[in-house]
């Protein structure tokens, strides 16, 4: 097959959307294509979309915007809308965006060549069925190239929480967890590869249960991978957070002490109406028991102001749980309405109140970052290398709870594990320097 054909993919969102792309690549590699770095050259542009926040719809309209004078100079160009905007508004996007020749909701991406195939024939090709069919299974075949020391291997898709705010269960439809067997050869070839860190990725990835012992038991079989060093895993759901799980925290020596939990709100009442189905005392008590297993444990989170009726009681709430909790990292929004989730239709916070509320969180939460970083001058961590630093005779890796870390070095290989002091803390890292 010649391989004469060029792809641009344009990637949004999580991480989920990264690895699927690597896999819409590979799939589009087998059909002659290679993947350019920009849309300029590209013979297809695929935007892998998101729609998590707010006006997803709006934003892949106004990129394509940008793709119409390349349409119009290269009649052949075929441009693809995928991912969680192309499964909710697939159809209307067709409509609305006559450029669009293909629509791949993230279900049916084993079908893209086909897809492509009816596009460059001329039809217009929408894909957005949730098919019996495992993509995973169809779309395994990786090229044996050489990877970098960490990747993202997706071990469930899905979530069945109906979380009131959130478009993931209707987007990305009910829990599904790959089968065991499956992430474990997929896991063992990236490791032949170099991969020496793994995330576990799913959208509530502490629900799976295609293993015996839950996630908990596949993190141990994983674990067994030799050469395999390190184990992180992300989005979870509090609820789903059972014994086993917490114990590998204080067990598995791989699996690292990072855990992003989200908590959304500190108010039980605020809580109870985003239908999280838990209050704040049992996730704070959720965490004392991940501290007990793991006292380094680093936590992460994710935050939503101005939830629909959230007063500055209910707000004050969330940030005593933040202070209660203290993160060291997190994400966070302001709320924001999404057609079709329970949310939307009701009574909405004042944009300036959310502002506000938004401003304050995040002081907090960026105060709490910087403290934890700073906390860890003097100590000795170790640190994954993943490749060299901005400047000459410098390397970057990640510690075990995720910092960056700059090292002076010429000897340090991508891939290798070492013992660093941390002398300094930055804007956004750490510097240090190698413990002979
Ligand atoms: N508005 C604001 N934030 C949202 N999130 C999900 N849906 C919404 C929404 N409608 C946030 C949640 C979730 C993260 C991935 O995105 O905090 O955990
Ligand atoms: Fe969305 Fe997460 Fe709630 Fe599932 S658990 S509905 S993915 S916020």
Redesign the pocket.
């Known amino acids: 097959m010649p391989q004469d054909k060029k792809l641009y993919i344009k990637t949004y969102g999580?991480q989920m959307n990264v690895y699927d792309s690597e896999r819409m690549a590979e799939a589009m590699g087998g059909q002659g294509y290679v993947t350019t770095d920009s849309p300029d050259d590209a013979d297809m542009i695929l935007l892998n979309t998101c729609h998590?926040?707010?006006k997803a719809a709006e934003k892949v309209y106004s990129e394509l915007g940008r793709y119409k004078h390349l349409k119009a100079e290269k009649p052949d160009l075929k441009i693809g809308v995928a991912g969680c905007v192309a499964q909710a508004e697939g159809q209307e996007i067709m409509r609305r965006q006559p450029m669009v020749d293909l629509v791949v909701g993230p279900q049916s991406y084993h079908r893209l060549p086909q897809l492509e195939a009816r596009a460059r024939a001329g039809e217009k090709a929408l894909d957005t069925d949730f098919p019996e069919d495992d993509k995973f299974e169809t779309l395994k075949h990786r090229p044996k190239a050489k990877r970098g020391p960490t990747a993202f291997l997706t071990v469930q898709e899905g979530c069945d929480k109906f979380?009131a705010?959130?478009?993931?269960p209707y987007t990305r439809g009910a829990e599904v967890s790959r089968p065991a067997d499956r992430i474990l050869s997929e896991a063992r070839d990236l490791v032949e590869r170099g991969v020496r860190e793994l995330t576990l990725l799913g959208q509530n990835v502490n629900a799976y249960h295609g293993h015996e012992g839950g996630l908990a038991g596949l993190i141990k079989a994983l674990s067994e991978i030799e050469d395999l060093k390190r184990i992180r895993f992300t989005?979870s759901h509090p609820n789903d957070m059972d014994d086993a799980l917490i114990a590998a925290h204080g067990e598995c020596e791989k699996l690292m002490p990072y855990l992003h939990l989200?908590v959304?709100a500190g108010s039980d009442r605020i809580l109870k109406r985003m239908n999280r189905q838990h209050t704040a005392e049992q996730y704070v008590r959720l965490i004392e028991r991940l501290r007990a297993a793991r006292p380094d444990l680093h936590l992460s989170g994710?935050?939503?102001v101005g939830f629909p009726e959230e007063t500055e009681e209910d707000f004050q709430a969330t940030l005593d749980l933040i202070e209660e909790v203290r993160y060291g990292s997190a994400?966070s929004?302001?709320?924001?309405?999404?057609p079709g989730?329970p949310?939307a239709e009701r009574d909405q916070v004042d944009e300036a109140v959310k502002d506000d509320r938004l401003k304050r969180l995040q002081a907090l939460l960026t105060r709490q970052q910087r403290a934890l970083q700073d906390e860890m001058v003097g100590r000795t961590v170790k640190v994954l290398f993943e490749k060299p630093g901005r400047f000459a005779g410098q390397m970057v890796g990640k510690s075990e709870y995720l910092h960056a870390v700059h090292v002076e070095s010429d000897t340090i290989l991508p891939g290798s594990v070492h013992s660093v002091r941390i002398e300094d803390s930055g804007a956004n890292s750490l510097s240090g320097r190698l413990v002979a």
Do not use: G, L, M, N
């Not at 705010?165 to 993931?168: E, G, K, Q, R, S």
């Open positions: 999580c998590i926040r707010e979380c705010f959130c478009v993931v989005t989200p959304q994710d935050f939503i994400f929004f302001k709320y924001s309405t999404r989730t949310a």
